[in-house]
Nanobody
Framework: QAQLVESGGGLVQSGGSLRLSCATS????????IGWFRQAPGKEREGVSCINSSDGTTYYADSVKGRFTTSRDNAKKTVYLQMDSLKPEDTAVYYCAQDPDLYCSDSAAAGDFSSWGQGTQVTVSS
């Protein structure tokens, strides 16, 4: 399994930006897909975005399209989630997840991923 470590969370005002990082390691971490998920208190975990390692294609949830961008630096084995125009409703713990056999064609479901990071808190104040 891959090992994943998120960083970059914090407190930001509404309309601000943050960039989350997901550092990956392990023999299977270069394959498949990496997804970003978030979970707010009292809510279910929801998919935010997904990027395919093979061709770099990306997919986004409707709630973040046009505001969030995911990208991958293969040399650094790191996936990023650039979050702009943040809103209070974006407040959540953000997780990255990976599966070496997955090719995501939409914001994938949590159950499709086999490895998870520990999460990083993002808080957007109004």
């Amino acid at each position: 399994q891959a090992q994943l470590v998120e960083s970059g969370g914090g407190l930001v005002q509404s309309g601000g930006s943050l960039r989350l990082s997901c550092a990956t390691s392990g023999p299977t971490s270069d394959y498949g897909a990496i997804g970003w998920f978030r979970q707010a208190p009292g809510k279910e975990r929801e998919g935010v975005s997904c990027i395919n390692s093979s061709d770099g294609t990306t997919y986004y949830a409707d709630s973040v399209k046009g505001r969030f961008t995911t990208s991958r630096d293969n040399a650094k084995k790191t996936v990023y989630l650039q979050m702009d125009s943040l809103k209070p409703e974006d407040t959540a713990v953000y997780y990255c997840a990976q599966d070496p056999d997955l090719y995501c064609s939409d914001s994938a479901a949590a159950g499709d991923f086999s490895s998870w990071g520990q999460g990083t808190q993002v808080t957007v104040s109004s």
